[in-house]
């Protein structure tokens, strides 16, 4: 029986020790932060200008499908433009995390 409680306490303290985790401090100045924010800023001007492009290019798809009564080309120009929105959003929102990572005080 000893050998038992023995055996429990010392795979509870293994368990406990497993558990426990470190408060994280994450440091968003490190030397590959600045990199990182010019290659998001890089490929949000890439975005963001192949959208415009998609987007008129999916504009002439929704017109022409439109004047000669076909809804198939007018839906694929209705979703070309709605995933060129959707593009732009994501890549912002990847360019604004990482502001928002830079600009974090984490003591």
């Given at each position: 029986?000893?050998?038992?409680?023995?055996a429990?306490?010392?795979v509870?303290?293994?368990?406990?020790?497993?558990?426990?985790?470190?408060?994280?401090s994450?440091?968003?100045?490190?030397?590959?932060?600045?990199?990182l924010?010019?290659i998001a800023?890089?490929?949000?001007?890439?975005?963001?200008?192949?959208?415009v492009?998609g987007?008129?290019?999916a504009a002439?798809?929704?017109?022409?499908?439109?004047?000669?009564s076909?809804?198939?080309?007018q839906k694929?120009g209705m979703?070309?433009?709605?995933?060129c929105i959707?593009?732009?959003?994501?890549?912002?929102?990847?360019a604004g995390?990482?502001?928002?990572?830079?600009s974090?005080k984490?003591?």
């Amino acid at each position: 029986m000893n050998a038992l409680n023995e055996a429990l306490v010392t795979v509870h303290s293994r368990v406990i020790t497993v558990l426990t985790v470190a408060n994280p401090s994450p440091d968003f100045s490190g030397p590959g932060v600045s990199a990182l924010q010019s290659i998001a800023n890089v490929v949000f001007a890439i975005v963001l200008t192949l959208a415009v492009i998609g987007g008129l290019v999916a504009a002439g798809f929704i017109v022409v499908g439109h004047i000669s009564s076909n809804g198939r080309v007018q839906k694929m120009g209705m979703v070309g433009l709605v995933s060129c929105i959707a593009g732009v959003a994501v890549a912002g929102g990847i360019a604004g995390l990482i502001n928002w990572g830079q600009s974090l005080k984490v003591a």
